[in-house]
């Protein structure tokens, strides 16, 4: 059995991963935090093999938590969820020596099987955050460019990467289901939030975010 402990300050999202995990008869959910300080008792109680971190809490951060729970004789392993990719703390999660790195949208069988993978010891890491640290290794990545994004709503965000891609906006609308109205809103959000009206100078910075 893997013995899993849950940790987010948000309760639906709690209750979601405990629905998508807790079916499986191989994955025992022993407890659950809603911060990063009672992350630290639960584990010392419950001693659990994988954590699920959410990085963005109130008390203690996901990355604070993180790093003294693996100062910890025997720690867990620690596989972080996050709802943005294009986070500086993505790699400062990973340079911690968290396990893995998801985003929270990732498919349930997906994410049943990202555990039992950290579990067994091998990393994890969601498509767009790879490309995040293969373009960190390579000098590609920008920390000022994911600083940027990081000002974009997780809709806009989605809609910035298809214009990097070099879809219309049209494209757009079919490809996040979503009218077209709509996109031209968000495109004029995210020119007025990184002070362009460029959608060249939009890719380009999603480009240097490493998130193609």
Same mark, same amino acid.
């Given at each position: 059995?893997?013995?899993?402990?849950?940790?987010?300050?948000?309760?639906?999202?709690?209750?979601?991963?405990? /629905?998508?995990?807790?079916?499986?008869?191989?994955?025992?959910?022993?407890?659950?935090?809603?911060?990063g300080r009672?992350?630290?008792?639960?584990?010392?109680?419950?001693? +659990?093999?994988?954590?699920?971190?959410?990085?963005?809490?109130?008390?203690? =951060?996901? #990355?604070?938590? *993180?790093? #003294?729970?693996? =100062? &910890?004789?025997?720690?867990?392993?620690? #596989?972080? #969820?996050? *709802?943005?990719?294009?986070?500086?703390?993505?790699?400062?999660?990973?340079?911690?020596?968290? !396990?893995?790195?998801?985003? @929270? =949208?990732?498919? +349930?069988? @997906?994410?049943?099987?990202?555990?039992?993978?950290?579990? &067994?010891?091998? +990393?994890?890491?969601? +498509?767009?955050?790879? !490309?995040?640290?293969?373009?960190?290794? %390579?000098?590609?990545? @920008?920390?000022?460019?994911? @600083?940027?994004?990081?000002?974009? %709503?997780?809709?806009? &965000?989605?809609?910035?990467?298809?214009?990097a891609k070099?879809? $219309?906006? $049209?494209?757009?609308?079919?490809?996040? $289901?979503?009218?077209?109205?709509?996109?031209?809103?968000?495109? *004029?959000?995210?020119?007025?939030?990184?002070?362009?009206? $460029?959608?060249?100078?939009?890719?380009n910075r999603?480009?240097?975010?490493?998130? /193609?």
């Amino acid at each position: 059995m893997i013995r899993v402990v849950i940790v987010d300050d948000d309760p639906m999202v709690r209750t979601g991963l405990r /629905l998508i995990l807790g079916g499986e008869p191989d994955l025992d959910l022993v407890g659950d935090a809603a911060d990063g300080r009672q992350a630290m008792t639960v584990v010392r109680d419950m001693r +659990p093999d994988v954590v699920l971190m959410d990085i963005r809490m109130p008390v203690q =951060d996901g #990355l604070t938590t *993180t790093e #003294l729970l693996l =100062d &910890r004789p025997s720690p867990p392993r620690i #596989l972080v #969820l996050t *709802t943005f990719d294009a986070d500086d703390m993505v790699l400062r999660a990973l340079r911690l020596g968290a !396990h893995g790195f998801l985003l @929270k =949208d990732t498919p +349930p069988a @997906k994410m049943i099987e990202a555990v039992r993978a950290v579990a &067994r010891g091998e +990393p994890v890491l969601s +498509p767009s955050v790879a !490309h995040q640290v293969i373009a960190a290794a %390579t000098g590609r990545y @920008k920390p000022q460019a994911v @600083k940027e994004l990081d000002q974009l %709503t997780e809709r806009e &965000r989605e809609v910035a990467i298809e214009v990097a891609k070099g879809s $219309s906006n $049209s494209e757009i609308s079919t490809n996040l $289901s979503v009218s077209v109205a709509t996109v031209k809103a968000n495109i *004029t959000r995210i020119f007025a939030k990184l002070g362009t009206d $460029s959608r060249v100078d939009v890719a380009n910075r999603v480009r240097d975010a490493g998130l /193609l």
